[in-house]
């Protein structure tokens, strides 16, 4: 089991870029969800996806904000028009659709700097 | 939002002292989970537990959860250095949205050695 992964580590880039991030789930899992965590707050929800479909996304994600699961497999969370207050943890996460009280394994998050 | 509260905000141990962190939620919950975090680094699910529960072990972990205070604890035994970290409870909320977690904003646990 490989684990969930996150690519990249690290994005520095200037205001009124775009970027992309990538996740990759564990392999058989088809919940993924999307956290962001600024310092010394806890992670908060963004969006969450069962296979392909994105079911929900939270009122922090913007317009400037889109993410897609093609396929139900690997995730991208795009950020256009980047501000200072984007600069971020983004954690990306999965877990298998079971009763409700399955554990959410986390990646280990791409950490974003808006210059 | 954040719907949980930990307590302490951060604590400070020597090395073989026992650590207690505690936490608050406010909903009706599924279960209740705690995480570790070493400094910038992704999360480790150490324990969950369910609505239905009121104690559980784990190696060197006790938890215990009061659903009628809406209140969780964790338990380290005999601390080490290498539990340094943040730690970060968890709600899964019963009802509708009952697959995102609600963090709250952790406990940052210094182990010295």
């Known amino acids: 089991d490989t684990g969930v992964s996150q690519d990249p580590r690290h994005k520095i880039t200037k205001r009124g870029q775009n970027v992309t991030f990538r996740c990759d789930p564990i392999s058989e899992h088809n919940r993924l969800y999307w956290y962001r965590q600024t310092l010394g707050q806890g992670p908060e929800f963004l969006t969450y996806?069962?296979?392909?479909?994105?079911?929900?996304k939270s009122r922090l994600l913007s317009d400037r904000f889109s993410a897609e699961r093609p396929k139900g497999s690997f995730s991208t969370l795009e950020i256009q028009r980047t501000e200072q207050g984007d600069s971020a943890m983004y954690l990306c996460?999965?877990?298998?659709?079971?009763?409700?009280?399955?554990?959410?394994?986390f990646g280990p998050g791409t950490r974003l700097l808006v210059l | 939002s954040q719907q949980g509260e930990e307590d302490p905000q951060a604590l400070s141990i020597q090395e073989g002292e026992n650590a207690t962190m505690n936490c608050s939620y406010k909903t009706s919950i599924n279960n209740l989970q705690w995480y570790r975090q070493n400094s910038g680094r992704g999360l480790v699910h150490l324990i969950l537990i369910r609505s239905n529960e009121r104690e559980k072990h784990s190696g060197r972990l006790r938890v215990t959860l009061d659903t009628s205070k809406k209140s969780s604890s964790l338990l380290i035994t005999a601390s080490r250095a290498a539990d340094t970290a943040s730690y970060f409870c968890?709600?899964?909320?019963?009802?509708?949205?009952?697959?995102?977690?609600?963090f709250g904003k952790g406990t940052l646990l210094t182990v010295n050695p």
């Open positions: 996806f069962q296979n392909e479909a994105q079911l929900e």
């Open positions: 996460a999965s877990s298998m659709r079971g009763t409700g009280q399955e554990t959410q394994y």
């Open positions: 968890a709600t899964h909320a019963s009802g509708g949205s009952n697959y995102k977690l609600t």
